[in-house]
């Protein structure tokens, strides 16, 4: 019988899982690539309009909910294609809603950034 590995232990290999997961997430998929890359310049645009502290933690968060919500699409589109590799309407479906809720939140996000550019810009 093996020994458990401590609390510890657990917590530093599920952060190391999680890493492992962000990263090909980031390096794999590619429409966490574009958004990583538009993330990206809209840090640099926040830097360069000096965004408030408010308008930092809006920004950092809309940027991260976009990421995680495509991650979570990215992982039901891979366990639907696993259990069933064929088309089925009901797969579709699934795989349609996922991508609606990265739809809405894009929509969202691209209404926040109005409201925090616009103003800056013009």
Same mark, same amino acid.
């Given at each position: $019988? !093996?020994?458990? /590995?401590?609390?510890?232990?657990?917590?530093?290999? !599920?952060? +190391?899982?999680?890493?492992?997961?962000?990263?090909?997430?980031? &390096? &794999?998929?590619? !429409?966490?690539? *574009?958004?990583?890359?538009?993330? *990206? =310049? $809209? @840090?640099?645009?926040?830097?360069?309009? /000096?965004?408030?502290? @408010?308008?930092? =933690?809006?920004?950092?968060?809309?940027?991260?909910?976009? $990421? !995680?919500?495509?991650?979570?699409? @990215?992982?039901?589109?891979?366990?639907?294609?696993?259990?069933?590799?064929?088309?089925?309407?009901?797969?579709?479906?699934?795989? /349609?809603?996922?991508?609606?809720?990265?739809?809405?939140?894009?929509?969202?996000?691209?209404?926040? +950034?109005?409201? =925090?550019?616009?103003?800056? *810009?013009?």
């Amino acid at each position: $019988m !093996s020994k458990k /590995d401590s609390f510890l232990v657990n917590r530093i290999k !599920s952060v +190391g899982y999680a890493f492992k997961g962000a990263y090909l997430l980031i &390096t &794999t998929e590619a !429409s966490l690539k *574009v958004q990583f890359f538009i993330g *990206v =310049i $809209m @840090t640099i645009a926040g830097f360069h309009y /000096d965004l408030s502290a @408010t308008e930092w =933690i809006v920004q950092i968060l809309i940027i991260a909910l976009i $990421m !995680s919500i495509e991650g979570v699409n @990215t992982a039901i589109e891979e366990i639907a294609d696993f259990v069933h590799p064929d088309h089925h309407p009901k797969i579709g479906l699934i795989k /349609d809603l996922a991508a609606g809720a990265v739809f809405i939140f894009a929509v969202a996000a691209v209404v926040i +950034g109005c409201i =925090i550019y616009i103003p800056k *810009v013009f």
